[in-house]
């Protein structure tokens, strides 16, 4: 969690004070950087999932929805999440008559 500052290392035993406060760090990190995810109502943002999470702080996701001031705060675009350039090619098709002589390997459909 290098990215949420204030957020402590991980102690031996993990006690409810602790989630308490990094839940609470961590969730102003994310309403600071990507505050327009918490334009929802309260209780529909604190039923995502990871995978929820995961999508909606996004490159993609943030130039899409995101505030302006969230998009300021994008890191630069890198080759990860740059668009592909097109380099003028079309691009190739692949022969729909491709798989037309494949021959059937099942021993049912063998008649002896």
């Given at each position: 969690m290098e990215d949420a500052p204030g957020v402590?290392?991980?102690?031996?035993?993990?006690?409810?004070?602790?989630?308490?406060?990094?839940?609470?760090?961590?969730?102003?990190?994310?309403k600071d950087n990507y505050s327009y995810i918490f334009t929802k109502p309260d209780d529909r943002v604190a039923s995502y999932a990871v995978g929820t999470w995961s999508k909606k702080i996004k490159y993609s996701e943030v130039l899409k929805h995101g505030t302006?001031?969230?998009k300021q705060k994008l890191p630069p675009p890198t080759a990860n999440n740059n668009k592909r350039k097109s380099d003028g090619k079309e691009r190739t098709t692949r022969n729909p008559?491709?798989?037309?002589?494949?021959?059937?390997?099942h021993r049912e459909s063998i008649v002896v």
């Open positions: 402590k290392p991980i102690p031996d035993s993990i006690t409810e004070e602790y989630i308490k406060e990094s839940y609470d760090c961590v969730t102003q990190f994310l302006e001031e969230d008559r491709r798989f037309i002589n494949r021959v059937s390997t």
